[in-house]
Every structure is written in C-alpha cells, then in structure tokens.
C-alpha cells in the first residue's frame, strides 16, 4: 500500500496570501495524484488530477505540481472561500486508492 | 448535471447490519468505476470499496470478508451492504464517482452517517 504523508498538518494565512501544501508518496506514483477540498460538513471536491490538471470550475488561483514522490498544491492570493482542508490522493498503484492525513488551512 | 444522492445511514449496534445506497444521475453507473469513501469523526478520508464497470470490486482491508459493494445499472444506484458492523465503523460513509476508469474522484455525494454504538 502506498502511503501518502502532507505537510504541514495545518496553515494559518491571511486573506490575499498565497499558501504552499506539500504531499509526499511512500514510493513513486508518477503524475497519479489528486487533490480534493473539503470545507466543514461538506463533501470533498476534486480540484486537481494527473499532479497538474485543473478540474473543470476550478479558479486559477489553485496549481499542482510535482511527479514522482513529491507533490505541491499551491493557492495564490487565498480568498475567504478557500479556508479548508485539502487532501492528496495517490492512484497510480490501486487497489487500495489512498489519501494523505489533510492540511488545514486556516485564516490566521 | 451529475448527482450522487447516499441514503440508509443511521444508528446500529455493534454486530448488526446496514445496506447503503447511492442514486447516481446526470451520468450512468454502468460505465464508470464506483467507489466508497469514510472518514471518521474529525479525521481524514479512507477509501472502502471499488466495484468496476464490469463488475469486479475490491476492498480495504478493514472491510474485507463484512461489506459487500454492488450495483444495479438498471436503478443507476450504487449499494454497500455492511455486516458486522463495529464501533469503528461510525463514520460519514460518502459514494464518489471515479473517473471513467482512473483511480481519481470526479464527484462526490453529499454523505450518510453511519454510528455504530451500543
């Protein structure tokens, strides 16, 4: 099983900053990362695939990169909307699909 | 528009038994990887079972040989059927659309809440 690690656990940001979320694979997943939001008692929401891919709606201001066992999700000038969690989740080699721990990004 | 729709959560005692739905709309669940997802009170998200286009699924090893995944193409509804429920069950059990057939979530529903308590 791959296990996916994120750091840091929790971010604190004011309004118009830019945040940095780092994701680390146990083993090589090539470019087979996602990364999903999930706001208080709502269901997550895919905002990247393929490390890079913005999905469909999702703003600019949102960037993935990385391959391999290193990955980032960058957010650009946060807006209020923005204040979440926000997961990796590797499926390059599935059964099982598996997710990081989260990082919480709160305004400071 | 896609919708996933989860129904039949609720209040269990441990050892006892739930089946899950999931109504899928706006797409069909025939031709796309179906999957569902958990996440404990205040913790992260845990995949729980794939069932494929063809049929095949496949499970965490927390689950394996208790829930049983499955689908009805003609209803457009996905299903887990949980037995043996345990304490560590309790979780918001959410059904996820996996796109076409790669191992990412395109869309997810909304969640049932399943408390496993004595």
């Known amino acids: 099983e791959i296990v996916m690690t994120q750091s840091p656990a929790s971010l604190s940001v004011s309004p118009g900053e830019g945040a940095t979320l780092s994701c680390r694979a146990s083993?090589?997943?090539?470019?087979?990362l996602a990364w999903h939001q999930q706001k208080p008692g709502q269901a997550p929401r895919l905002l990247i695939y393929?490390?890079?891919t913005r999905a469909p709606g999702i703003p600019a201001r949102f960037s993935g990169s990385g391959s391999g066992t290193e990955f980032t999700l960058t957010i650009s000038s946060l807006q209020s909307e923005d204040f979440a969690i926000y997961y990796c989740?590797?499926?390059?080699?599935?059964?099982?699909?598996?997710f990081g721990g989260g990082t919480k990004v709160e305004i400071k | 528009e896609v919708q996933l729709v989860e129904s039949g959560g609720g209040f269990i005692q441990p050892g006892g038994s739930l089946r899950l739905s999931c109504a899928a709309s706006?797409?069909?669940?025939?031709?796309?990887?179906m999957s569902w997802v958990r996440q404990a009170p205040g913790k992260g998200l845990e995949w729980v079972s794939v069932?494929?286009?063809?049929?095949?699924?496949y499970y965490a090893d927390s689950v394996k040989g208790r829930f049983t995944i499955s689908k009805d193409n003609s209803k457009n509804t996905l299903y887990l059927q949980m037995n043996n429920l345990r304490a560590e069950d309790t979780a918001v059990y959410y059904c996820a659309k996996q796109f076409g057939s790669y191992g990412y979530f395109d869309y997810w529903g909304r969640g049932t809440l399943v408390t496993v308590s004595s």
């Open positions: 393929g490390a890079s």
């Open positions: 083993q090589s997943i090539s470019s087979n």
């Open positions: 989740q590797q499926y390059n080699n599935w059964p099982p699909l598996t």
């Open positions: 706006g797409f069909s669940v025939s031709v796309n990887y």
């Open positions: 069932v494929y286009s063809g049929g095949n699924a």
